[in-house]
């Protein structure tokens, strides 16, 4: 088992369900399709961390939890930000049970990012947690999120590279059926830099930018927020439906995944301070990219092309954890099946009925692995 990240001190609790690794079974990629066609992407590398039965009883995983101050004029709004290592929580399920209490029944189960109410030296203590990976180059990048209710408050799942190459899915609790879909640009980056411009001028500044306007307020349950980038276009999904695609201002150099939850008291973007302390709860976080040490990677680890090495993605059509519905992880999957010649092909929850439409996947899937072979001479995006 290979693994993508080489920090070893971020991956020190044996008990973690977060492994970021490149299976003996999954050699040759995970497989990921856009929901209205047939055309898949293939990626070498991937990245889950379940926040549901995280064992550790200190925030102590595989990220970086950001620890600084950011001024009043660096935020562009009313406060500064303090981004503290406290603000980053956890609260796992009981026996890591699926559908069970957490040890604090009364908040939700996952890993709690918070932002205060009361302000420290005019700066609203937030939090921000990076993936320690800074070279993820094209992927899809998957998080299911309880926003907060409280208002005041923003929550993003993001991809960061600097300010003019940044993909972001933003959830302000003031308006609690609207998500903020952005690409950043030179024009935006260029419009942060202007005094008082605020977020939402930075937004406007963009030619790819957006929102999706929910059926139901956001808040209420878990959902899986989701962005699918490829060279040439960005796909937005909220629980397994595509909601927004853009096509301009595509980033095409690598970086790294983020969260964060904060509030700078701007009335056009966060609002706030919150007047309580506000929770916004990560349940878990998948991810399945390239790198820019991809080709070799492929090269290395996959020599023929196998389709029993090729893992499909299961799509998320529903709230995830809703009434104890069960999510899938290679990493735990992998884990158990270590000692056998099990290989999860699959395109559902079972690896066992799915290995069983291996072959016919890997029939079907064929023609497209060489197509993209002899189309851009490899098989993954990104790789030349």
Known sequence: MRYSLTTASLLTLASYYAVLAEASSCECGYTVNKTSDRQFALFTDY???????????????????????????????????????????????????????????????????????????????????ASPQTDMLYGSFRAAIKFTGVNGTCGAFFWYRNDTQEIDMEFLSKDPKTLNLVVHSLESARASSIKGSGDLGVMEASASSSTWLSPVGLPNDFHEYRFDWMPDRIDFYVDGSLVRTMTENIPDSPGHLMLSHWSNGDPNWSGGPPIENAIMTVGYVKAYFNTTASRDNFKAECHDLDPYAVCVVPDVTSPPFSKGRKTHFYSMWHEEHKDDDSTFVASGSDPKLDHDSAATFGFEMSSLIWYFVGAVSCVVYCLA
């Open 47 to 129: 990245f889950e961390h379940d926040s549901f039965h995280d064992q550790a009883t200190s925030p102590v995983h595989p990220w970086r939890i950001q620890h600084y101050i950011t001024s009043v004029g660096a935020t562009r709004g009313r406060y500064g930000m303090s981004k503290e290592i406290d603000n980053v929580d956890s609260n796992v399920l009981h026996d890591g049970k699926w559908g069970g209490e957490p040890i604090v029944p009364s908040l939700d189960a996952g890993m709690h990012l918070l932002v205060l109410s009361e302000l420290e030296d005019n700066r609203v203590p937030i939090a921000e947690i």
